[in-house]
């Protein structure tokens, strides 16, 4: 029997009791079916499928449209796990009302529970809007991969009392702007752990430390399919890549030679038909 969908309250219920919560980012239908029977709590529609899966060099080119379907995908795999979709690069800048229409879609269009968005005190009244129009959000602090320009590139943030002190000031007035739970990434381990204890809502971390109330990585990153750079704190838990790579080496190697198809793997004819086509 199908375990109850994971709710806000679910999440919430979890960091009262202790209990950790598991994250990680899905993109396509099959996967998220892994994922999902597999007890992950929750599913996130990452931006990071722009240059995880579409190819781009960053996260910033990615279209809402691009997002709603790998949305709508995901959604339709998950029985249990909260799906939470990402909203891209200029999705909730422009305006408040435009940020609710695109975080509406992320619900009506794609299946999703809830949003996710990056920035701290700027967004707050756009949080405070869309929890308004009843869709719960997720905040998203430390190093924001789309303002990643503006942060001085891909690299910790909160080192300094100053800068930790303006992440715990923004977490804080995300909770109040009705955000139920809040990824940090790329801090110290020290002020995930503060902002764990101190801030009522989950805390999701990555590169945050081990006292967050959950984690989320890249599932790319977890199986070995990314190549290139490895970020400090991705962990391997497979090399799916480097078994990719040799199945598509040894199909080659059987097809140059005549291996495959081989006689189980080929529709057979009877004599008397076939010679009536001769």
């Known amino acids: 029997m199908t375990e109850l969908k994971v709710d806000v309250p679910t999440l919430v219920a979890m960091k009262r009791e202790g209990r950790k919560i598991t994250m990680l980012t899905a993109y396509d239908h099959p996967t998220a079916r892994i994922l999902d029977k597999a007890g992950i709590?929750?599913?996130?529609?990452?931006?990071?499928?722009?240059n995880v899966v579409l190819g781009y060099p960053d996260t910033l080119p990615i279209t809402m449209d691009e997002m709603i379907v790998i949305t709508r995908a995901v959604s339709r795999a998950a029985e249990r796990a909260m799906v939470i979709g990402d909203m891209p690069f200029m999705s909730f800048q422009r305006s408040i009302p435009d940020a609710i229409e695109n975080a509406g879609r992320f619900v009506k269009d794609g299946g999703a529970t809830a949003v996710k968005l990056e920035g701290g005190g700027g967004v707050v009244d756009t949080v405070h809007a869309i929890v308004g129009a009843g869709i719960p959000v997720v905040g998203h602090l430390g190093l924001l991969p789309q303002s990643a320009s503006m942060l001085g590139g891909y690299r910790v943030q909160g080192i300094e009392a100053g800068q930790a002190r303006q992440i715990l000031d923004d977490a804080r007035r995300l909770e109040d702007a009705g955000a139920f739970m809040i990824v940090v990434e790329c801090i110290p381990d020290r002020l995930g752990a503060l902002l764990s204890r101190t801030v009522s809502v989950p805390i999701i971390g990555i590169g945050a430390g081990a006292d967050c109330d959950g984690q989320v990585l890249v599932v790319h990153d977890i199986l070995g399919i990314k190549s290139g750079f490895k970020p400090?704190?991705?962990?391997?838990?497979?090399?799916?890549g480097d078994e990719i790579a040799r199945a598509a080496s040894a199909f080659r190697e059987e097809v140059a030679s005549g291996a495959f198809p081989g006689p189980d793997h080929v529709f057979h004819m009877k004599d008397e038909e076939y010679d009536k086509l001769v």
Request: glycine fraction near 6%.
């Open 232 to 240: 400090k704190f991705v962990k391997r838990f497979a090399e799916i």
């Open 41 to 50: 709590d929750t599913l996130l529609v990452g931006d990071s499928a722009a």
